[in-house]
């Protein structure tokens, strides 16, 4: 098995987020085989160009060449926007593929609906980059796109385990933090941080143009914050189109409620309100100042390891070691010593990874762990 979870990786659709994929996964020492998909010939012959795959070609000639009669060891990954990833589900189903199918599509629950329809949810784990540029295709696309980068995971309940590890493994390989998340759950907050940020930076670039003047002279004055706040309205257009109709309902409703909020600081404005302009003010600056620096889960979301250990060099980045091959994730670790030469090593983790397995092998080892959630007393 190859260090990313699967033996072939087929990935349909190679611009910004599929070629970013195929390139960092090409590039892993006894990494999978790598095969590329794309409408277009010469996004086909570009990737090939720039090493990104070992095999590229057009949707109608994969098919003729087998690449969708898929075992086990196989994965697809659908790099493409939510509708075109429904429709190569239902062709995925026609082609009988018998792996495993990934997508990246920023809203999840039509995916998901689609999978469940074509496929099964059980060979199915939804997924969603938190990586990208306002630059698409091929061209723009990077080997280490997805390195530090979140990356979610949206399995159902029926996803099988075993799949859901692999998929783990194939994000936790190429750099990126698994973070899993429910779909319904995924989409809803996505709306509020991603698309409707989006809408209000167009906005605002629309707003500026309406203001500027046949000369645009107000234009040539838009320079830092401005900039920088409108920077992903430079998206694309038709892609995004996309997204937002998607995620529809829950983009008006988060459209809706910045509209009334607007509304609200509009009439403090109008009625030279200072206290409740600088209310308004400083309570988006304390929420903004304390907004994490990586993305810290609920507490419901954390377990709690005890390990007893004997008090030794090296015991800590022994257990660190185990820890992040099951591609666990520590929040904090703790030392309760017990005596002069024991203690319990105490640590907090995220709800990522294998924590079966990671339990197995620290019994192996010859600890004995205790692992219970972080606001329950019940261990296992």
Known sequence: MSPAGFNSITIVGVGLIGGSLAAA??????GPHVRGVDVDSETVRRVLERGFADEALTPDEAEAAGWFSGQDDELV????????????????GDAGFAGTVTDVASTKQGVLAAAQSALG?????????????????IEAASVDLFRGAYYVLTPSADTDMSVFRKMHRLVTSIGARAVTVDAVAHDEAVAVVSHVPH???AALVALAKDRAGESDELLRLAAGGFKDTTRIAAGSPGLWTGILLDNADAV?????DLGAMLGRVSSAVRERDPEVINAWLAGAA?????LPAQWV????QLSELTIPVHDRSGVISEVAAMVGRHGCNIESIEIDHRSEDSADLVLVLTDEGDLDMLLADLGRSGYEPLLKALDS????
């Open 25 to 30: 996964v090409h590039a892993l020492d006894g």
């Open 77 to 92: 990954v659908l790099a493409t926007p939510a509708s075109i990833a429904e429709e190569w589900l239902v062709r995925l």
């Open 121 to 137: 949810t059980g060979r199915f784990v939804g997924g969603h980059p938190m990586a990208g540029s306002e630059r698409s295709g």
């Open 199 to 201: 809408v209000a930076a």
């Open 252 to 256: 008006a409703k988060g459209l809706d």
């Open 286 to 290: 304390e929420v903004r100042s304390g």
């Open 297 to 300: 889960p609920a507490t419901e």
């Open 377 to 380: 007393g019940e261990g296992a």
